[in-house]
């Protein structure tokens, strides 16, 4: 899987953590409902604004529910939903200085960064 920023721009946010494919049907007394969407889970950084998060979920969600019959039995859930998760621990700047190489080895903000991933099971993040 590539890594990217959101976009390649200087507007990089947070990091994107799991995409599961959700496909299952569930049933009731009143309806039939039908899953097939994308479910990706986003990651902001510390200082990302609530401004970022909501374009973010504006930009890259597409999920809907469709009704597939006149009585409302059958329902179509499709498309992609963004899952806005816990607030990484660092910084947009600390995370560029991580990425670009300029934090020595075994220094306390390098230490932290890793830490974080790896307890969000980030790990596909790390520098080896």
Wanted: avoid cysteine.
């Amino acid at each position: 899987m590539n890594i990217k920023a959101i976009n390649q721009t200087n507007s990089f946010k947070g990091l994107w953590g799991e995409t599961k494919k959700i496909n299952k049907v569930t049933q009731n007394e009143l309806h039939t409902d039908i899953y097939s969407y994308t479910n990706k889970d986003y990651y902001p950084f510390a200082d990302e604004h609530l401004e970022s998060l909501n374009k973010i979920i504006k930009d890259f969600s597409t999920y809907n529910t469709t009704i597939l019959d006149e009585k409302n039995i059958y329902r179509l859930h499709s498309g992609t939903n963004i899952s806005v998760k816990s607030f990484l621990y660092f910084t947009k700047k600390q995370w560029l200085k991580y990425i670009e190489g300029r934090l020595p080895i075994g220094s306390v903000e390098l230490n932290f960064i890793e830490k974080n991933l790896k307890k969000l099971h980030l790990e596909k993040y790390l520098k080896v």
